[in-house]
């Protein structure tokens, strides 16, 4: 596809369960990046991806998030046991090679936890 | 903490009317950048500015970098209803790792 997809586009689910969010970069993005946006707020990294290593994982807010990439390309964000101040806005971002490029964003998967 | 802060947090103008957000960090970059955001979707960049430009044009864009005073402004000229969303500065730190840091956002509200 031309641009960054993401899916699902909306996500409700149960305290306690695990959800998996997915995002398809554009073709050939080296560098793909997760933040968590919380209603009319601003961005709060989350991840960083180079290929399929993750140099910066310092955003992930707690041991029940992690984030994984394969074959350079499609990326999974999964959240273990959710918990209400999970619910947020998940969006991914993709750059041709990382550092100080334009970002390139996915509309976002909204993930409510009831 | 954010690097990147931006003001006004919202501002409502005339269609025609100039509208300027600023956006002040804390500590050196590499370079600014500035996305619009509409509501449900997500951010479109619009201007990089690197750390040793002083200024940079895009259409109806002006974008200004004073690094002596780690702040930025972003200048849309003769505005319309569409330009009506949320606009954010990013700044890529020097130091610090490879984090992209976003500022809270200015609610751009364009009248017609």
């Known amino acids: 596809g031309a641009g960054v997809s993401q899916s699902p586009s909306n996500k409700v689910t149960e305290k306690g369960k695990d959800v998996e969010l997915r995002c398809d970069p554009i073709?050939?993005?080296?560098?793909l990046y997760w933040y968590r946006q919380s209603l009319g707020q601003g961005l709060e990294f989350l991840i960083y991806f180079q290929g399929n290593s993750a140099p910066d994982k310092s955003g992930l807010p707690s041991d029940r998030f992690s984030a994984e990439r394969t074959g350079g390309s499609v990326s999974t964000l999964t959240i273990q046991r959710t918990q209400q101040e999970d619910s947020a806005v998940y969006l991914c971002?993709?750059?041709?090679?990382?550092?100080?490029?334009?970002?390139?964003f996915g509309d976002g998967t909204r993930l409510s936890i009831l | 903490s954010q690097q990147g802060e931006e003001d006004p947090q919202a501002l409502s103008i005339q269609e025609g009317e100039n509208a300027t957000m600023n956006c002040s960090y804390k500590t050196s970059i590499n370079n600014l950048q500035w996305y619009r955001q509409n509501s449900g979707r997500g951010l479109v960049h619009l201007i990089l500015?690197?750390?040793?430009?002083r200024e940079k044009h895009s259409g109806r864009l002006r974008v200004t970098l004073d690094t002596s005073k780690k702040s930025s402004s972003l200048l849309i000229t003769a505005s319309r209803a569409a330009d009506t969303a949320s606009y954010f500065c990013?700044?890529?730190?020097?130091?610090?790792?490879?984090?992209?840091?976003f500022g809270a956002g200015t609610r751009l509200f364009v009248k017609a």
């Open positions: 500015i690197r750390s040793n430009e």
């Open positions: 971002a993709s750059s041709e090679t990382g550092a100080s490029q334009p970002q390139h």
């Open positions: 073709s050939g993005h080296t560098a």
């Open positions: 990013a700044t890529d730190a020097r130091a610090g790792g490879f984090k992209t840091i």
